[in-house]
């Protein structure tokens, strides 16, 4: 059963603003390690940003400091990506992960639990 859905992706114009969700359900919704992933064509997958599920502890991308936040709602249900000052090279599929463990919560993290992707196109 799906268990991350993402939604928000648009295309846009650089300096334009974005907004992406994603509700968690299931198992992936007692995860306590939450990101976001970004993986642009002929690229790599690379973390964009984390936060901790049960704390306000954040981590962000050197490329996107400043510039995106990322957040959970009170009830730590639904995981958003607030993406301001949009550039070109921020083009890419986004993905909603989850890790169960806070244990090596980070950038880098080895995640459970992903959604399929929601596209932002910046041009």
């Known amino acids: 059963h799906v268990q991350l859905v993402e939604s928000g992706g648009l295309s846009v114009q650089p300096g334009g603003s974005l907004t992406l969700s994603c509700p968690t359900s299931?198992?992936?919704?007692?995860?306590?390690?939450l990101g976001w992933v970004r993986q642009a064509p002929g690229k790599e997958r690379e973390g964009v940003a984390v936060i901790y599920k049960s704390y306000s502890t954040t981590y962000y991308h050197d490329s996107v400091k400043g510039r995106f936040t990322i957040s959970k709602n009170n009830a730590k249900t639904t995981l958003y990506l607030q993406m301001n000052d949009l550039k070109p090279e921020d083009t890419a599929m986004y993905y909603c992960a989850a890790r169960k463990q806070l244990a090596s919560c980070g950038l880098f993290a080895d995640f459970g639990y992903w959604g399929q992707g929601t596209q932002v196109t910046v041009s």
């Open positions: 299931g198992a992936a919704y007692s995860s306590q390690c």
